[in-house]
């Protein structure tokens, strides 16, 4: 079966630590892998996405994310948090162009 | 990049009316959309895909006379949440994808039913 799941339903750090949010996926072809963040009542932005090539993806607002095929996981890291980043994290995993398939999302607090 | 609009943002309506959301591709050619339902502090469910001029496919669950899908042209895609009841209450989100396979979101239609 096709799903995706996010461990963790909610994360607290602090100002400036780092965040690391866990994406784990199960898909039978080759996954298109997506992180997205939602600010409440607000759509979707996405943030980065992996097709192919490198397994480390650069995204916006300094988001970065690795795809390990061996492990099923798309990890969304984050060197440096800013209270602006609080906010829902989903990662999906797709077909290109199609119907995607979301994780429960992790909802991110940032501590002063 | 390429934009997605939905309207209305926010309605409210009462029980038993019907509500239409529409989702446009203001800058290309969307031969798909898709529908997502999303409750409060939830995730996205997909509801349906639509191909311009075709019927939409429903997921498993999702009733297809309730929701109504039109995907009449390469630029809009509606939603008509027939005879809606409070339960209905929920955060509509729509995307589309064109010839690129790139795949956009629009930015949510919270619908409010009394």
């Known amino acids: 079966a096709q799903s995706v799941t996010q461990p963790d339903i909610h994360i607290t750090v602090s100002e400036g630590a780092s965040l690391e949010l866990r994406c784990n996926y199960s898909y039978g072809a080759t996954p298109y892998l997506f992180w997205y963040v939602q600010s409440p009542g607000q759509g979707l932005q996405l943030l980065l996405k992996y097709f192919s090539g490198d397994t480390l993806v650069q995204g916006i607002k300094g988001f970065e994310a690795e795809f390990k095929r061996s492990q099923s996981s798309f990890n969304l890291r984050k060197p440096s948090v800013h209270w602006s980043d609080a906010a829902e994290y989903f990662c999906?995993?797709?077909?290109?162009?199609?119907?995607?398939?979301f994780g429960q999302g992790t909802e991110l607090s940032v501590k002063p | 990049g390429a934009v997605v609009s939905q309207h209305p943002s926010r309605v409210i309506c009462k029980s038993g009316t019907s509500v239409k959301i529409e989702c446009r591709s203001l800058d290309f050619q969307a031969t798909t959309m898709f529908w997502y339902r999303q409750f409060p502090k939830q995730s996205l469910m997909l509801m349906a895909t639509?191909?311009?001029?075709?019927?939409?496919?429903?997921e498993q669950g999702v009733e297809k006379d309730k929701f109504l899908i039109n995907h009449a042209s390469l630029t809009l895609s509606t939603l008509t949440v027939t005879s809606a009841h409070p339960e209905d209450s929920s955060f509509y989100i729509c995307s589309a994808t064109g010839n690129t396979g790139e795949l956009f979101f629009g930015e949510g239609s919270r619908l409010t039913v009394l």
């Open positions: 639509s191909n311009e001029g075709s019927k939409a496919t429903y």
């Open positions: 999906a995993v797709g077909a290109r162009g199609g119907k995607l398939i």
